[in-house]
């Protein structure tokens, strides 16, 4: 069992901290899912992660968040009980952080499908 340490912070700033994290990710999960309908298929974005000519290149960007959001929302059950509910929270706000900046930086079809699939697994957890 993994045990934390408990925060030097007061509970009122440790519950208001986890508030306005969640709140950024669950924000930042609709934004992104906006921007990217809208961006998928313009020429500058195609061209930054290489023009994929598959027909299910697209796609799979899209919907790789989605799918580790699911899967891991329905996993979180089993493994998210060793952490209790604020260490769920907080490796959730850490993939999504580390998702997003793995998007941010993508050069390549797999680099920003890994990126989202990392984003996923946060919002999933959250």
């Known amino acids: 069992m993994v045990k934390f340490t408990k925060a030097r912070f007061g509970s009122k700033t440790s519950y208001r901290m986890m508030s306005v994290s969640c709140a950024l990710a669950f924000a930042l999960y609709g934004y992104d899912a ?18 994929p ?30 952490f209790g509910r604020r260490g769920c929270i907080l490796i959730g706000d850490m993939c999504v952080i580390v998702g997003s900046a793995i998007q941010a930086s993508a050069m ?19």
């Open 34 to 51: 906006g921007v990217l309908g809208g961006v998928q298929n313009t020429k500058p974005f195609l061209d930054a992660i290489g023009n």
């Open 53 to 82: 000519t598959g027909v299910y290149d697209i796609p799979m960007v899209a919907s790789s968040y989605v799918l580790a959001a699911t899967v891991i929302s329905a996993l979180v059950i089993f493994i998210g009980m060793p």
């Open 108 to 126: 390549s079809m797999p680099h920003i499908i890994v990126g989202r699939v990392i984003c996923g697994f946060g919002i999933g957890r959250l």
